[in-house]
């Protein structure tokens, strides 16, 4: 049972697009309760002491690839769910789990080098409050880079009548522009939705947008 779970992520994982000599050299146990919608550690690369902050990390499969290139740095690992973060491997890294929404974060502003987030911006009841988080938290000429989900065609009606549609991650994923409006309107510049992919009844996007250093 536990290996068949752990099968299962390790092949959701390669085929959301993650690197298959990566995931082999992982433990099945990190990859058994991935439940992200891509991969978005191309072109992100590290200089070893950076801040990460991991919104929604789940069971923590990309807190702890991040964690694996600081070797002086330290990922905040944030989820709401307790269970979730109790399957994160925090062992020997420098992994820190925080049971937070990630619409108030209880996190010091400025302090982020790197926002990351891989499919959990679409379950935030306010994107406003979700992405004006990731905002404060980012150091001026930080990066938010994330995976998340986009409706580029009416949901079935099954779907939009579902009491629990949000929960599934359906019902609270926007419109491209619309997704890319909340981004701006929190403060993000250089705002990139990139890398369409169909997933479900919706499409996967890499989001990467920058907080600013203040100018004239
Ligand atoms: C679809 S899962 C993705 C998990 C992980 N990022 C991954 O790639 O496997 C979304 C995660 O976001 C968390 N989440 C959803 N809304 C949240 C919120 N408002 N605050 C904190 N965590 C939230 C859920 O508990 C869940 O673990």
């Known amino acids: 049972m536990q290996a068949e779970a752990a099968g299962n992520g390790a092949e959701k994982a390669i085929e959301a697009g993650y690197p298959a000599e990566l995931i082999a050299g ?72 925080l049971c937070a929404d990630i619409e108030y974060l209880p996190v010091l502003s400025g302090c982020a080098d790197v926002v990351i987030a891989n499919a959990s911006f679409n379950l935030a009841i306010s994107k406003t409050a979700a992405f004006s988080e990731a905002y404060r938290v980012l150091k001026e000429g930080g990066k938010l880079v994330a995976r998340d989900l986009i409706k580029t065609e009416e949901l079935p009606a099954e779907v939009l009548t579902d009491p629990l549609s949000f929960n599934t991650s359906l019902g609270g994923a926007l419109e491209e522009e619309a997704l890319s409006a909340e981004i701006e309107k929190a403060g993000f510049k250089d705002v990139s939705i990139s890398d369409h992919r169909p997933f479900s009844y919706v499409t996967s996007v890499k989001i990467e947008a920058r907080k600013p250093y203040p100018g004239p």
């Open 26 to 97: 992982l433990t099945p146990a990190l990859t058994a309760s991935y439940s992200g919608c891509g991969y978005l550690f191309d072109g992100l690369n590290f200089e070893g002491d950076e801040t990460v902050v991991d919104l929604g990390a789940g069971a923590g499969l990309d807190s702890f690839i991040a964690a694996k290139q600081l070797s002086n740095g330290r990922v905040v690992s944030v989820d709401m769910t307790y269970e979730m973060l109790q399957k994160v491997n925090s062992q020997q890294l420098s992994i820190n789990l």
